[in-house]
């Protein structure tokens, strides 16, 4: 049982190139979140989704897109990556929703872009 | 969700007790108190919840008194790998998917 992973841990991009984040969870959990965390400050949702083949947009949605075709994977891209978009990148699970609901995170995936 | 109010940073020693306060004026009825923690480079990883009085795991002690407007958490007799950052969060069942963890605090505990 691994839990939460993500794919890759760390990548560098230039402007203007795209890329995928791939996340995967083993726990038959219905419902699956993007964060973003920029130094200093906490934890910003991106997109998430309520259940296979479905997503929703979160606090701060532009610049990315998501894709949800597997129970258990959620896919977050980068179309036209910006230096705004450096960041460390979390992908969390959760049964249901909630705060009272645990929300299970991954590692984390470390973005630079150039 | 509940607006909640943290310390942004608590510096304290090995074996001692560290209480970090959440204020959440605002709390519902229906609310629960959930705190994260977030060690380095890590992604955050819950600890503790609950709806009033006390709760006590493995982790922590959860302080909550009656009128629930303000919340403790107790890590007792801290060691280094309790440098972390502890959130608080306040919220219901409902399907509301934008939490909001906010800066958190940073406690930092040194030899």
């Known amino acids: 049982n691994a839990g939460v992973t993500q794919t890759p841990k760390f990548r560098v991009l230039k402007t203007g190139q795209s890329m995928t984040l791939l996340c995967a969870q083993d726990m038959n959990h219905e419902y699956m979140y993007w964060y973003r965390q920029d130094p200093g400050m906490g934890l910003r949702l991106i997109h998430y989704?309520?259940?296979?083949?479905?997503?929703a947009k979160g606090e701060v949605p532009d610049g990315y897109n998501v894709s949800r075709l597997k129970k258990q994977n959620f896919l977050l891209g980068l179309e036209s990556a910006a230096p705004s978009q450096t960041s460390v990148y979390f992908c969390?699970?959760?049964?249901?929703?909630?705060?009272?609901?645990?929300?299970?995170f991954g590692p984390g995936t470390r973005l630079l872009v150039l | 969700l509940a607006k909640t109010t943290q310390p942004i940073s608590m510096d304290s020693y090995e074996g001692q007790e560290v209480n970090i306060t959440c204020s959440h004026n605002?709390?519902?009825?229906?609310?629960?108190i959930t705190w994260y923690q977030q060690f380095p480079s890590q992604g955050p990883r819950f600890i503790i919840q609950g709806y009033k009085t006390k709760v006590t795991n493995e982790v922590a002690s959860l302080f909550i008194p009656a009128d629930r407007k303000s919340s403790t958490l107790s890590l007792p007799r801290v060691s280094l790998s309790d440098t972390a950052v502890y959130y608080c969060?306040?919220?219901?069942?409902?399907?509301?998917?934008?939490?909001?963890f906010g800066a958190g605090t940073t406690v930092t505990v040194r030899a």
């Open positions: 605002n709390i519902a009825t229906n609310d629960y």
């Open positions: 969390a699970s959760s049964q249901l929703a909630g705060v009272q609901e645990t929300q299970y």
């Open positions: 989704s309520v259940g296979e083949g479905t997503t």
């Open positions: 969060l306040v919220g219901d069942s409902s399907n509301d998917y934008k939490l909001s």
